[in-house]
């Protein structure tokens, strides 16, 4: 497995033939390049927007958070602003290579991300994937057409005078129905992201466990020998 460019740890590091030998400490393991810095990056300035996005807006709808905070009209500019500015980091990071050929991943689908998916539903083992799990793909293409709606719901609310007050009534009804879901599939992909420290690793240092990579993902190395 070759490593993309400005990824973290070895940049000719390539997925280890499979150990013979017991399992040596975890220190010690091979690690594989999976993220770039520019990847965590923009993994993380989106993660920080959503949740301000979600705390500020528990204080505009939840009474007792209301009444703690107060200062209304600061928390609205806030969540407004940070609404505005959510899909930016992703735009930025568009400049990396690594970042695109990672969209294109989450983007394609195959036999094995049905394979997984049934598995998952079952709770059965054999569960094939490449460098992204069909769990992770769809969330990722869930959650982006989320952000999509409800910037454009939420730009009828701020702008009145953009649409007749139907309209406005209907993306306000849309707004906060699909806001309630998104804090729901977020707190199942953070729940998710708690059991696998793992997975956590390789966010937050760009690289993981090859023994992990192989057991999680292990069409990840044909993946990236056929692109």
Request: charged fraction near 20%; aromatic fraction near 8%.
């Amino acid at each position: 497995m070759t490593s993309t460019p400005g990824s973290a740890g070895r940049t000719d590091a390539t997925m280890p033939p499979r150990p013979d030998a017991p399992s040596a400490p975890v220190a010690e393991r091979p690690r594989v390049p999976r993220f770039t810095r520019a990847e965590h990056r923009v993994h993380r300035a989106t993660a920080t927007l959503m949740a301000v996005c979600v705390l500020t807006a528990g204080c505009l709808y939840l009474p007792f958070l209301a009444e703690l905070v107060g200062r209304r009209a600061l928390m609205v500019t806030v969540h407004e602003w940070s609404g505005i500015l959510l899909p930016v980091p992703l735009l930025l990071g568009l400049g990396s290579r690594a970042l695109r050929t990672d969209l294109t991943r989450l983007n394609r689908y195959g036999p094995h991300d049905r394979q997984w998916l049934r598995a998952a539903l079952r709770r059965r083992g054999g569960r094939p994937a490449g460098k992204f799990n069909a769990g992770q793909k769809l969330y990722a293409a869930w959650i982006a057409g989320a952000v999509l709606v409800m910037l454009g719901t939420g730009l009828l609310m701020w702008f009145t005078d953009l649409a007749p007050l139907v309209w406005r009534t209907g993306a306000t009804f849309v707004h906060d129905w699909l806001a309630l879901a998104v804090v729901l599939v977020i707190a199942g992909h953070v729940w998710k992201a708690f059991g696998d420290p793992e997975s956590r690793r390789g966010l937050r240092t760009g690289s993981v466990d090859a023994q992990w990579a192989r057991r999680e993902h292990p069409l990840w190395e044909h993946e990236d020998n056929t692109r």
